[in-house]
């Protein structure tokens, strides 16, 4: 088992690229996402940084042309983190696959304003995204409490472990140690 955890971890090490220290904004892309009718650059990412940057960071609009193929890729991020952030930004991932969700019918829209104040149900599946020094798991999990956005929920993981963690869009709790 030791020489299973010093083999993984050495991998991990080789992997991994090395980071500039002058990078003050990380950046990690998420593998997919369900985007609605005004996307932004938090529901593609997690980012880390000092918090007011963060947040205004999250709030970035995604543009359509990024969106075309169906895809958000490293490029498309990184070009659009040129123009806000002024400090070194690092970007994990390769890119995002997307599917749009947007909805014409106005009555449907007054309900969904509702529905999407909720992104977590408690008893819905979730995933648990855990990070800590830029090493991100992803775990399954089912959600003991609704939550919008930025809400913190509990969630009881399959190890009958339960964790809180704040939600980050739909189905989806992140956790930083």
């Known amino acids: 088992m030791h020489k299973l955890l010093t083999a993984t971890a050495v991998a991990l090490l080789l992997v991994a690229p090395a980071a500039p220290s002058s990078a003050a904004v ?18 593609v ?8 940057l963060r947040k205004a960071l999250l709030d970035l609009a995604i543009p359509e042309k990024a969106l075309m193929d169906g895809f958000v890729d490293r490029r498309e991020v990184e070009d659009l983190l040129a123009v806000a952030a002024r400090e070194g930004v690092l970007v994990y991932g ?41 090493i991100i798991i992803e775990l399954s999990g089912s959600a003991l409490e609704n939550g919008a ?29």
């Open 26 to 43: 990380s950046v990690y892309l998420i593998s997919r996402a369900e985007l609605g009718a005004a996307p932004v650059l938090g529901d």
């Open 45 to 52: 990412a997690s980012i880390d940084a000092e918090p007011g």
């Open 94 to 134: 390769n890119a995002v696959r997307v599917n749009r969700t947007v909805k014409d019918e106005p009555a449907a829209a007054e309900e969904s304003a509702v529905v999407s104040e909720r992104l977590v149900r408690a008893g819905d599946a979730v995933n648990v995204r855990v990070k800590k020094n830029g």
């Open 149 to 177: 956005r930025g809400d913190e929920v509990a969630v009881k993981l399959k190890s009958t472990r339960t964790l809180k963690g704040r939600v980050v869009q739909k189905g989806l709790v992140e956790l930083a140690l």
